[in-house]
């Protein structure tokens, strides 16, 4: 087991640079997810980790060894496949004990280090068969079992689950967080699934464009994404462009410009909704779960009047579309209450709490 | 020193290989550039204006007829090709399986064996005109082949297979849905195929046409038996060394070089552009039934009398070996049939020596080729690095040279010491044939490994290495394994394709270590047809032997690589 330390690393690819500036620790033990859209460098990032890429610059460092250039066969990395690179030839003992053969290990040993592990990923009765007999989710615990008996100091995973369909995705994504338990191990793992990354890391990467924005908690990127990018990448979020237009004790006042007509709205000014240090472009966010909807008109801040457009039923959810102004926002309600007898063309007010708006800084496309 | 590991061992693999590729590819065809330069002792390009305003126009007269020839076998192989891989592979009808497969017989037929099988069955004293003239009672044979048609229906009959087989896989790549929608859209059968269907198969056509005409403005069998007066420069190539005019026999090979490596760089060029006809793969095609009574016995009759046609050359060698010499004289028909010339081969070590010289130069050039095969299309398949596309070419330029112009390339540069050579004469020694179908049989054998290791994905072997295996470790116990079928199949086709080569051996061979291919030919001019024949026999079971066996064993259709 070890820690991570990736220092300053940037790799390009002739004139495309996949990976920029990039700053990462990875504590002892920590399940850490890399998560972005595709072509955003996580790959490019964990194969530098694994040693099938050299940076172009900066250092990668296993606890305290510099690992930069040490070949892959030297890293002692457990890494899982995309495609799992099972190898066809041989059966499933014989691919899980191919790391074991390497390394040299009596008959004795090693016939045990590979039941065992194959009695953790529950394929004890498979031992003898040819890999191409196995299911998808098989084959991915055979990748798992050969990645882990090597014991390795990190286990690396290229979005394994990616290929399986939806039920096994499931499954497996509960055996891999248990395996990860029980081996204690580093483990990095790749996806662009969002519901993945949240439901089993301690910490997440956030990439896009080869740079990672945030660096957190599957809660803090939720709750407290550091940019319109990471906001709009995790759930669903409403980003409207704002000018701050005066910063009070207690409140911020934004104006949100749109066409013709524009809305002042007050935020409260604590530092989950504003950091100072932001500046340049911003935008103001707030989730769909955040906004209430009101059937009369109430006082109280930020309660605008508007026109139901769309009305969306995912059973235990609604998702309403509302139009007030020139603004479109998007609401999802609990099926409960109000929100049942709401459809496409009734008017009702929309209420945007001070306390769950947040003003965050706008990046552009290219992610400068 | 190059700082980075990777870098580094790409370049030890690929030094070897470039070394190779250098010593016994380009450098023979740059000896033999320098050599055509040479005119009188000085250096002009005299030769070159002689080839092209010499008067008696013979030069200019080979090559345009080359050309000629080329362009007919092209239009008939595809007006033979075309056609039959369309009803095997869109329609049904009894026993279409079987004359499928019997359509790529002519592949089992080296090209040597193939044209003395037209002889004895086409040619003046041939079985079937004879059988004819004495079928209807006429003075005269109603017909025999010689010159410009005999080279043609030889071609036609040898290569309408490269036709056959591309225009087939394309066809099986094409989506239904694609003909589909257009039917839903409301065009009918012939709007369909003109303009859904033949677009599509463009691209094959021409690869196939390019591959055709490069391969008959390098033939050399068929012209060497049957051309009679008639001049092709594969051929005049071949007389001028017998006639000791080596800088004009440069020259000549010069110029068919350059026509062939201009067809293997447009081809590449072509395959390479990238092509919206891509279709999409592994979608069966359909096959219609054909329902029609009459139609369809009318294809099951046309089916049995092509199988005859196609299997008549396979069962006159046979019929042939069975005639013991000097029994088949004067007569129209042989009436003697015994297993002598057999036992000959088997007991006479004088007849016996051939087939051993073959065997053992094919097993030297072919244990080269394996080696070089799978370290060149490792670099070239899995290993980054700049002037891949150099390499690539000259991989192939074996290929697309004439047999004819590889032996006098070889000439020119061993028939002197060099480095190469390791400062030996190889001209007139035991080591020059084998270099020779080393050479010819690169091609194959790193493009059939290609098609395997291409299968291979990359993370298979970067699996093993982060597993702590070292890369000879991963290279023999992944790679290696996985690789093999397709290699083992490229390299057997390579062994039979030595045994049966003729255009280089009749270049370089000595007496005591003559091939197959010389000795049927010997035995060919002493009218010894049944040893001959004999010979011819043993090549075609070995050729049919390794389709056999890749097919079998290895899951590999062998004769893919042939194209
Ligand atoms: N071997 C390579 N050569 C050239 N460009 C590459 C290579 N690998 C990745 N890239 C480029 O680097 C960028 C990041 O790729 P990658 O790390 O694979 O993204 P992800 O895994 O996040 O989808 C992409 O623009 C990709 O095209
Ligand atoms: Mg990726």
Redesign the interface.
Same mark, same amino acid.
């Given at each position: 087991m070890a820690s991570i330390n990736i220092d300053n690393v940037q790799k390009a690819f002739g004139k495309v640079m996949a990976v920029d500036h990039l700053n990462l620790d990875i504590k002892d033990g920590e399940f850490f997810t890399f998560l972005g859209p595709s072509g955003c460098g996580k790959t490019t990032t964990l194969r530098m980790i694994a040693g099938f890429y050299y940076p172009t610059k900066g250092v990668v460092r296993f606890g305290k060894k510099d690992m930069t250039r040490v070949p892959p066969e030297k890293r002692n990395t457990g890494m899982v496949f995309q495609n799992y690179a099972l190898f066809p030839h041989m059966t499933v003992f014989e691919n899980v004990a191919f790391g074991l053969r390497v390394r040299k290990l009596g008959s004795k040993e090693l016939k045990m280090r590979v039941e065992d592990v194959l009695q953790k990923v529950r394929l004890e009765q498979y031992a003898d068969r040819q890999v191409s007999q196995l299911s998808g989710g098989q084959q991915q615990r055979v990748a798992l079992a050969r990645a882990l008996v090597i014991e390795p100091e990190i286990l690396l995973l290229d979005e394994p689950l990616s290929n399986l369909d939806a039920k096994l995705r499931d499954e497996m994504r509960s055996e891999i967080l248990r395996l990860q338990k029980d081996y204690k191990i580093t483990t990095i793992y790749v996806t662009h699934d969002q519901s993945e990354a949240l439901s089993m890391s301690d910490r997440i990467a956030v990439f896009n464009f080869g740079v990672c924005h945030q660096v957190g908690t599957p809660s803090e990127i939720y709750n407290e994404p550091a940019n319109d990018f990471v906001a709009g990448f995790i759930g669903e979020i409403n980003l409207l462009p704002v000018k701050i237009e005066k910063i009070e004790r207690e409140y911020i006042y934004v104006i949100v410009q749109n066409g013709e007509s524009s809305s002042e709205l007050a935020v409260r000014n604590a530092p989950f909704n504003y950091k100072e240090e932001n500046k340049g472009d911003l935008a103001l966010s707030i989730r769909p779960e955040s906004i209430n909807i009101l059937d009369k008109e109430t006082e109280g801040k930020n309660i605008f009047k508007g026109t139901i457009e769309e009305v969306q039923f995912f059973g235990s959810l609604i998702n309403i579309l509302v139009r007030t102004g020139g603004l479109q926002l998007q609401v999802n309600a609990l099926n409960s209450g109000l929100s049942r007898n709401l459809e496409a063309g009734s008017e009702v007010w929309v209420e945007l709490p001070d306390e769950q708006m947040r003003i965050i800084p706008v990046v552009n496309g290219d992610g400068s | 020193m190059i700082k980075? &590991?990777d870098t580094r061992f790409t370049l030890l693999l690929l030094i070897p290989v470039l070394l190779v590729l250098i010593a016994y590819v380009l450098y023979p065809s740059l000896r033999t550039f320098m050599e055509s330069l040479q005119k009188d002792g000085s250096m002009t390009f005299g030769n070159y204006s002689d080839f092209f305003t010499q008067e008696s126009k013979t030069n200019l007269e080979a090559l345009w007829n080359s050309v000629y020839i080329s362009i007919l076998s092209v239009l008939v192989s595809a007006f033979i090709g075309i056609p039959l891989a369309f009803i095997f592979n869109r329609y049904d009808f009894p026993g279409r399986g079987f004359f499928a497969s019997a359509a790529i017989m002519p592949i089992v037929l080296p090209s040597l064996v193939g044209v003395m099988a037209f002889m004895f069955l086409y040619g003046e004293t041939g079985l079937i005109p004879n059988a004819i003239k004495d079928l209807f009672g006429l003075d005269e044979v109603p017909f025999k082949i010689g010159g410009v048609s005999g080279i043609l229906i030889v071609h036609a009959y040898t290569m309408y297979v490269y036709f056959y087989m591309t225009v087939s896989s394309a066809i099986n790549k094409i989506d239904p849905s694609l003909e589909e929608a257009a039917y839903n859209l409301g065009a009918n059968r012939f709007k369909v195929f003109w303009k859904i269907t033949f677009p599509l198969l463009t691209p094959a056509i021409v690869a196939a046409s390019l591959l055709v005409f490069m391969i008959s403005m390098a033939s050399f069998s068929a012209p060497f038996l049957l051309a009679g007066g008639y001049r092709v420069l594969s051929l005049q190539i071949y007389f001028s060394k017998i006639n000791g005019d080596m800088e004009v026999a440069a020259t000549q090979s010069v110029i068919l070089s350059i026509v062939s490596i201009s067809f293997l760089l447009f081809m590449r060029w072509y395959q390479n552009r990238k092509d919206y006809r891509m279709a999409s793969k592994g979608i069966g095609a359909h096959r219609s039934e054909v329902n029609h009574p009459l139609l369809k016995w009318i294809l099951v009759f046309t089916g049995v009398v092509g199988v005859i046609i196609l299997l008549l050359p396979h069962f006159t060698i046979l019929l042939l070996s069975l005639v013991p010499d000097g029994t088949w004289t004067w007569q129209t028909y042989p009436s003697v049939f015994n297993f002598e010339n057999y036992r000959l081969l088997y007991q006479d070590p004088n007849i016996f020596k051939p087939l051993k010289n073959s065997l053992i130069l094919s097993f030297i050039a072919t244990a080269g080729n394996l080696i070089f095969g799978v370290l060149a299309s490792y670099v070239l398949v899995k290993r980054k690095f700049v002037g891949k596309s150099f390499v690539d070419i000259l991989v192939m330029i074996p290929w697309a040279l004439p047999a004819t112009v590889i032996g006098m390339n070889l000439i020119f540069a061993f028939n002197e010491p060099t480095i190469f050579s390791f400062g030996n004469i190889l001209v007139g020694t035991f080591w020059i044939l084998p270099l020779a179908y080393f050479i010819r049989h690169i091609p194959l054998v790193v493009r059939s490994t290609n098609a395997v290791l291409e299968q291979l994905?990359d $993370?298979?072997e970067? =699996? $093993? &290495? $982060? +597993?702590? =295996? #070292?890369w000879f470790?991963t290279f023999r #116990?992944?790679i290696l394994? +996985?690789i093999l079928p397709g290699v083992l199949s490229g390299t057997l086709l390579a062994f039979v394709e030595s045994v049966g080569e003729f255009p280089t051996s009749v270049l370089l061979y000595t007496i005591s270590n003559r091939p197959i291919s010389i000795e049927i030919m010997n035995q060919l001019r002493m009218f010894n047809m049944g040893q001959a024949a004999a010979y011819g026999m043993i090549q075609i079971s070995l050729i049919a032997l390794v389709l056999f066996i890749s097919n079998k064993f290895f899951g590999v259709k062998a004769e893919k690589s042939l194209s």
């Open positions: - | 980075n &590991r994905d $993370s298979i970067e =699996a $093993s &290495r $982060s +597993l702590g =295996a #070292k470790y #116990k992944v394994p +996985l």
